[in-house]
């Protein structure tokens, strides 16, 4: 079974280069996420959410977003990211927000110009 993502409004590209960004090119994490021959998630989302318990807390909270932008079955919770991630990974988090949506000038003001 595939995983293929499930956002039609939302560009492939975006999504993987959010998801790029939001991982901090961290290929261990990008591994964990993706098949390496496809461009899909290389398990079922539930089951990736159960492996991914080994990680930190971060890092789980990380890849529940990335599966969240991927298909919405990550089941990341604000709360959580705003009193569990540091600094860095919220701002790759916000910037990773304003380049799914589009938000012209918003990115510039974030200074997020990494892309």
């Given amino acids: 079974m595939t ?3 499930h956002a039609p409004s939302l560009a492939l590209s975006d999504r993987i280069q959010a ?4 991982f901090d090119s961290d290929e261990r994490l990008i591994y964990f996420l993706f098949h390496h021959k496809k461009t899909e998630l290389r398990e079922s989302p539930r089951t990736l959410l159960e492996e991914a318990r080994a990680f ?8 529940q977003v990335a599966i969240d932008i991927w298909c919405d079955q990550g089941g ?4 959580d990211l705003f009193s569990v991630l540091d600094d860095d ?14 938000l012209i000038g918003i990115e510039e ?3 997020c110009c990494d892309w």
């Fill in 76 to 79: 990341a919770k604000l709360s």
């Fill in 3 to 5: 995983f293929n993502s």
């Fill in 19 to 22: 998801i790029h960004y939001l």
């Fill in 109 to 111: 003001a974030l200074q």
């Fill in 56 to 63: 930190s807390h971060g890092e789980f909270l990380l890849i």
């Fill in 89 to 102: 990974n919220i701002f790759r988090l916000l910037c990773a927000i304003v380049r799914l949506r589009g």
